[in-house]
């Protein structure tokens, strides 16, 4: 039996379909049995909350893998989920981690990433630990200035990255679950293509037909609102001006074969993406 933890997630939704694709027996942990819509029916259901142990153990019983996922700047649901995997006797842990924690300075992102990894290791689980880079799905953080004012805040300019596919994650950490010769490995993720962010914003324009304006952030405030539109607590905020800040100076734009190596193809490109996904990002009327 596999748990995904993070299952209604963009990663969670497309590793639950690798999973069952393969046939595996697996099973979705979920904080709200509503947002389980769409995921594969095969899948059971656990409800509960990585932030209370007592709603772990039922989730956790005749586990043999574990998808873990955990949100947010601490690593209380880390290590309530790894204590709960040894008492389940989880043979196996999938862990999702960042990319940033290869940063030298090692940014706040990273540093609480590495916690993270440091609590997997001492577990005493075998592990494989996945970094990956920037998502394409964060360009769904652009859906309400360019619905609302047809324009993107731009918090990095000249600078490249390589965003990568949340499937393509997926199918990594599927392939890690399922198949031995994974366990000690750290695989960092990244995307083929490197991009500005005009460069993506006029992918999406092409794609979608509309008219996109893009705009420099100019205040912190603009840089943590292209993030998070809705604000972020203040270590967070802090923790999104440094990304973005080493994110300009990178003009290269930082990127692995580690995708390709893996799964004998390409990583998926942000175009196919946003062909997947244009709807998203058109009024509801216009869609």
């Not at 043999?64 to 790894?82: H, K, R, V």
């Not at 499937?167 to 991009?195: C, K, P, R, S, W």
């Not at 607590?233 to 990304?243: C, F, K, Q, R, V």
Request: charged share 25%; with cysteine.
């Amino acid at each position: 039996m596999i748990l995904v933890t993070g299952a209604t997630g963009n990663i969670g939704r497309e590793l639950t379909r690798e999973l069952n694709a393969r046939g595996a027996k697996l099973r979705a942990f979920v904080r709200d049995p509503a947002r389980a819509a769409g995921l594969p029916q095969a899948a059971e259901l656990a409800v509960g909350d990585l932030g209370e142990p007592a709603t772990l153990r039922p989730a956790f019983a005749g586990v043999d893998a574990l998808f873990l996922l955990t949100q947010g700047i601490g690593t209380d649901y880390t290590a309530n989920a790894l204590a709960a995997a040894r008492t389940a006797g989880v043979s196996r842990v999938v862990h999702l981690s960042s990319f940033n924690v290869l940063g030298d300075p090692m940014p706040a992102m990273g540093h609480w990433h590495h916690e993270r990894e440091k609590l997997v290791r001492a577990s005493g689980i075998p592990a494989t630990i996945l970094r990956p880079g920037g998502f394409t799905t964060n360009a769904l953080d652009w859906v309400p200035t360019i619905r609302e004012g047809g324009y993107v805040l731009d918090p990095i300019g000249p600078g490249r990255y390589a965003p990568i596919d949340p499937a393509d994650i997926a199918a990594v950490a599927a392939l890690a679950l399922t198949e031995d010769g994974h366990q000690g490995q750290e695989y960092v993720l990244t995307g083929e293509e490197t991009f500005t962010v005009a460069e993506q914003v006029r992918i999406i324009a092409k794609t979608t037909g509309l008219a996109i304006e893009v705009r420099e952030a100019a205040t912190v405030d603009e840089i943590v609102r292209s993030r998070f539109p809705d604000g972020a607590p203040p270590a967070l905020a802090e923790a999104i001006t440094e990304g973005f800040a080493v994110m300009r100076a990178d003009t290269v734009g930082f990127r692995t074969d580690t995708v390709e190596r893996l799964l004998g193809r390409k990583p998926r490109t942000f175009a196919d993406w946003c062909a997947r996904n244009a709807d998203a990002f058109r009024r509801p009327a216009d869609a």
